[in-house]
Nanobody
Framework: QVQLVESGGGSVQAGGSLRLSCAAS????????MGWFRQAPGKEREGVAA????????YYADSVKGRFTISQDNAKNTLYLQMNSLEPEDTATYYC?????????????????????????WGQGTQVTVSS
């Protein structure tokens, strides 16, 4: 079992930045993928970014490429999501996830880590609101 606790959400104007943190109860960086997902009201949970082996492999949704950066601090068992140039469309509850699929280097990892059903452990979520 892994407990995940997110922090860092809040309200910001468009163009601003936030950094989300996710503290894990144990080290997962060397075993499974971790990721960030988000869910807006009335929409499905979507994959935002994922990471494996402290950045050896990363995934970003097209909508956040160039604006968001996922990273891990293995010593602190903490996952981060740096979000820059925020847009109103980024408004959602953001969830940290662990226990995700490892890369098989067969071209399927991006598709697998973008699916919420492929992660075993979830945080409670943190709200991000971006106003125009």
């Amino acid at each position: 079992q892994v407990q995940l606790v997110e922090s860092g959400g809040g309200s910001v104007q468009a163009g601003g930045s936030l950094r989300l943190s996710c503290a894990a109860s144990r080290d997962t960086a060397n075993s499974d993928s971790m990721g960030w997902f988000r869910q807006a009201p009335g929409k499905e949970r979507e994959g935002v970014a994922a990471i494996y082996a402290i950045g050896r492999d990363t995934y970003y949704a097209d909508s956040v490429k160039g604006r968001f950066t996922i990273s891990q601090d293995n010593a602190k068992n903490t996952l981060y999501l740096q979000m820059n140039s925020l847009e109103p469309e980024d408004t959602a509850t953001y969830y940290c996830a662990a226990g995700g699929p490892r890369p098989l280097y067969d071209g399927t990892w991006n598709a697998r880590v973008s699916q919420a059903g492929n992660f075993r452990y979830w945080g409670q979520g943190t709200q991000v609101t971006v106003s125009s």
